[in-house]
Structures are given as structure tokens and as C-alpha cells.
């Protein structure tokens, strides 16, 4: 029997009023934001959300926990806008959004996703042609007419520092496959859309694995899972000795709690990053405060709070998250990523090989 885990985050504080320097609230510095064009800006797109009495904004996507304090420092900047993140992925999402859309009554405002999830939406005409001014810094192929970069979840393998070494864990993809792990590894579930299926699609397009090693890492019976965070209890608490594959925000947040755990990118096959993008949904209520919050997340104050919850920052000179390497070190290990446009098909096509494998 597989694993379920839910997760509803909402956060919302109370509105106060202020009379502070443009693009700041509170105890925040307008440094923060950038230099004074941008500031001013983002004061003009504040006032006109307090105009518009704009006081919301439904963030829709998975992996919502690791920007939970980025919001709440959003929120502490703009205190009259609360920010309401639900963590809807998978069907779950695209039935949602099919609601929204056919229904036309919009309750989410801004998605941030995964290219597999982001493709689908752009790819529907459900994401609006906006290009936050704030990232300036980004290149053409981090972003489109319809979305843009804003952070990275690095993708690795990790193990139970307190029964392996440094030296004993897996350095690779490939050594997973030996059956010197069989019974030893935990796996979130490469049969649907996750951190597992995409890695493997990833290799697979680099021609750094095949069907063959899939077919070994199945034979060796790992515990399949809902959720990497799920894999990972099991590593912590000592059923396992290794998670297949992580990705460094879950691993970030169980450093912080203390417990056994560390994290490889891989050398040999090279590491992987999960670009996540954000779009202004068409139709979406309070469109001042959405486009707010969207030029916010690439400042250097968001992106230097999001890279404290293992999420790397897409904003260059951003420090690394605590416990892993800056991706100037890694550079050479990372392998090209599957474009947007192509992350749906190619996935449901290792989804489908894996069923077959898995009978």
C-alpha cells in the first residue's frame, strides 16, 4: 500500500495601514527590493491593489511549505495583501483549474510549477503574457511570453549519515542499480509525475541511463512511496539506508530538524535541477496585488529567504541553501533540462515504460 501525505498551507495576517518610504512597510528596508526605479515600481503596484482594494493573493503549485516564510516576509513588506498558498499538483490542480476556467470564477491568481505543470497551463492559454520587471537578470531560456524562472530544487540522491559514510553512499545514479542495495533504498514513486519519473526521464533524454537500470533499481526492491518526503522518513528513521532520488528543500528542512541525513549530487551521470516558473493566471482575481507578488519573488530579499529553505535562488550572487554547494561549484555537473514544451510527453513516456517494467 502506498503512502499518502496532504499538506494545506494558508497564510494571511491582519491589514494595518502605514506611511513609509516607497516599496517599504513595516520593519523593511526598500533596499531590499532593488534600486529606486524598482522600488518605485512596486509602490505604484501597491497602491494600485489598496486602490483596487486588492487585498489577496491564491498562489496554486506544488512544493508550497519551502516559500512559506518568503510569503510571510511578502506579507510583513505589503501587509494589507495576504497571500493564500494552496498545494495543489497533479490532477488535483488541473481540476481545479479546469473549475476556474469553465466556470470563469477565478479564485487562483498566480501558479508556480514545475515545466511538466507549467506547460500545461501556458500550453492551455491559462497563463497570462507578463514579464516580471524585476527579472531583468535572467536569460531568454530561463523564461517565456508566459512564465519565468524564479528558483531551482536541486535533485540528488541522500543517505542516513549515521549508517553510511561518506565514503560507503552511493556517488551516482548507476551504483543504485547494484544489488548491493537491494532491500536498502526508498523511492518516491517513479509511476506518476515527481521527482522520481522526472529524473528519470531527464537521464534517460542525456543518454545518461536506460530501460536496463531501470529495470535493475525496481529489482531491488525499493520501498515506493507517495512523496520524497515520505522516502526520507523512512532513510531518517533507519529502515532504509538511502533515498533514490531527493530534492534539496525536503532536504534543507530535515537538516534544520536534526535529523541523520546528508546529500549527494551525483558526479558520474551529473546532477539535476527542477527549474520552478511562475505565471499570472488569466482571468485572476486582484491583478495588481498578483503582478506584486510575482516582480517580489525575484528581488533579492525573496530570493536570498527562499535559498534559506534548500531552494536555490535563480538570482545571480544569491548564497547557497544551508548544507549544499553554491551551483557556481557544481556547474559542470549539471546536466541541460528537458525544455518546458517537451517535459510532459517525455515523462508520461518513462511513466508508461516504468508500468510496463513494474507489469
Not at 489577496?56 to 510569503?71: D, R
Not at 476556467?101 to 503574457?129: D, N, Y
Not at 547557497?320 to 525544455?339: E, R
Request: proline share 6%.
Amino acid at each position: 500500500m502506498r503512502i499518502h501525505a496532504a499538506l494545506a498551507i494558508a497564510v494571511t495576517v491582519l491589514a494595518v495601514g502605514c506611511n513609509t518610504a516607497p516599496g517599504s512597510t513595516g520593519d523593511t528596508d526598500p533596499a531590499g527590493l532593488g534600486d529606486a526605479v524598482i522600488q518605485r515600481q512596486m509602490a505604484d503596484l501597491y497602491t494600485a491593489a489598496q486602490s483596487s482594494d486588492e487585498n489577496q493573493v491564491v498562489v496554486y503549485g506544488p512544493g508550497q511549505e519551502f516559500y512559506e516564510s518568503a510569503y510571510g516576509l511578502f506579507m510583513r513588506r505589503y501587509p494589507t495583501i495576504s497571500v493564500v498558498a494552496e498545494p495543489l499538483l497533479g490532477e488535483k490542480l488541473n481540476t481545479r483549474l479546469d473549475q476556474e476556467f469553465i466556470s470563469g470564477k477565478h479564485v487562483g491568481s498566480v501558479q508556480i510549477h514545475g515545466g511538466s505543470g507549467t506547460a500545461l497551463a501556458a500550453g492551455a492559454g491559462r497563463c497570462e503574457q507578463y514579464r516580471p520587471f524585476t527579472a531583468g537578470y535572467l536569460t531568454g531560456t530561463e523564461s517565456a511570453a508566459t512564465y519565468t524562472a524564479f528558483s531551482y530544487f536541486g535533485v540528488g540522491i541522500e543517505y542516513n549519515s549515521q549508517k553510511l559514510t561518506a565514503d560507503q553512499a552511493p556517488k551516482g545514479w548507476r551504483e543504485l542499480a547494484d544489488p548491493e542495495w537491494k532491500g536498502r533504498i526508498a523511492l518516491q514513486d517513479p509511476n506518476v509525475v515527481g521527482v522520481s519519473a522526472l529524473m528519470i526521464s531527464n537521464l534517460i533524454a542525456e543518454n545518461k541511463l536506460d530501460d536496463t537500470w531501470v529495470r535493475e533499481l525496481l529489482g531491488n526492491e525499493p520501498l515506493v512511496v507517495d512523496t520524497a518526503a515520505l522516502a526520507e522518513q523512512s532513510v531518517a528513521r533507519g529502515e532504509r539506508d538511502v533515498v533514490a532520488v531527493n530534492n534539496t528543500g525536503v532536504f534543507t528542512t530535515s537538516k534544520k530538524k536534526g535529523l541523520p541525513v546528508e546529500f549527494v549530487f551525483p558526479t558520474e551521470e551529473g546532477a539535476r535541477l527542477d527549474t520552478m516558473y511562475v505565471c499570472l493566471l488569466s482571468g485572476g482575481p486582484n491583478p495588481h496585488a498578483a503582478k506584486l507578488f510575482a516582480n517580489w519573488l525575484f528581488t533579492p530579499e525573496a530570493q536570498d529567504e527562499i535559498a534559506q529553505t534548500g531552494v536555490y535562488a535563480s538570482r545571480p550572487g544569491t548564497s547557497a541553501p544551508p548544507h549544499l554547494p553554491s551551483l557556481d561549484t557544481i556547474q559542470d555537473k549539471i546536466i541541460p533540462q528537458i525544455p518546458v514544451g517537451q517535459q510532459g510527453s517525455d515523462v508520461q513516456n518513462t511513466i508508461k515504460m516504468i508500468k510496463e517494467i513494474r507489469g
